[in-house]
């Protein structure tokens, strides 16, 4: 049986059942994005690794391997890394059937919020002429500019705020 015997194939046998058993245990699972925007990275490191795809909150993401801090994901046909902090296991419970958030009676303004102003906006500053309106012309044109989320997550993660503050993701 050569040098190591029986005890070093059993050892083999035995790593190489564990590394199976945790592909397996990953293969067909489903996550879900527990932020409002959840990116998925072509690799691990968020300096040097390129933004793969953008899942918003709720979204099923296929997990293909867990490791200690990152998952590496489908979504969509695409593959990359995700923190494990931006997923959950369970599907948030304020989802309905369709995968649109419900809303309760305090719910409005913030999902308005998530809208752009248009027709809300107008409506308001026809109805309070002394509101400084630039402001919300402003917020409309960084909500119809398509980079906004990306010069959002460069400055979050250059000033560790957010996702990137003490722990959060890398």
Same mark, same amino acid.
């Given at each position: 049986?050569?040098?190591?015997?029986?005890?070093?194939?059993?050892?083999?046998?035995?790593?190489?059942?564990?590394? %199976?058993?945790?592909?397996?245990?990953?293969?067909?699972?489903?996550? &879900?994005? !527990?932020?409002?925007?959840?990116?998925?990275?072509?690799?691990?490191?968020?300096? #040097?690794?390129?933004?793969?795809?953008?899942?918003? &909150?709720? #979204?099923?993401?296929?997990?293909?391997? !867990?490791?200690?801090?990152? %998952?590496?994901?489908?979504?969509?046909?695409? #593959?990359?890394?995700?923190?494990?902090?931006?997923?959950?296991?369970?599907?948030?419970? $304020? %989802? $309905? #059937?369709?995968?649109?958030?419900?809303?309760?009676?305090?719910?409005?303004?913030?999902?308005?919020?998530? !809208?752009?102003?248009?027709?809300?906006?107008?409506?308001?500053?026809?109805?309070?002429?002394?509101?400084?309106?630039?402001?919300?012309?402003?917020?409309?044109?960084?909500?119809? $500019?398509?980079?906004?989320?990306?010069?959002?997550?460069?400055?979050?993660?250059?000033?560790?705020?957010?996702? &990137?503050?003490?722990?959060?993701?890398?």
């Amino acid at each position: 049986m050569g040098r190591h015997g029986w005890g070093g194939l059993a050892l083999g046998a035995a790593v190489f059942v564990a590394i %199976l058993a945790t592909a397996l245990a990953a293969g067909g699972e489903t996550v &879900y994005a !527990r932020r409002p925007s959840v990116t998925i990275r072509s690799s691990q490191d968020p300096f #040097e690794s390129k933004v793969v795809a953008r899942v918003r &909150y709720g #979204e099923k993401i296929e997990v293909l391997e !867990r490791g200690d801090r990152w %998952l590496r994901v489908r979504y969509r046909g695409a #593959e990359g890394f995700v923190h494990a902090a931006n997923v959950s296991d369970r599907k948030p419970r $304020d %989802l $309905d #059937e369709r995968g649109a958030v419900r809303l309760g009676a305090g719910d409005v303004s913030g999902g308005a919020a998530a !809208r752009p102003f248009g027709e809300v906006a107008r409506t308001y500053g026809a109805n309070h002429p002394k509101a400084d309106m630039a402001a919300v012309q402003t917020m409309e044109r960084i909500v119809e $500019d398509k980079k906004w989320t990306e010069r959002l997550d460069a400055f979050q993660r250059a000033g560790r705020l957010g996702d &990137y503050a003490q722990g959060g993701a890398q």
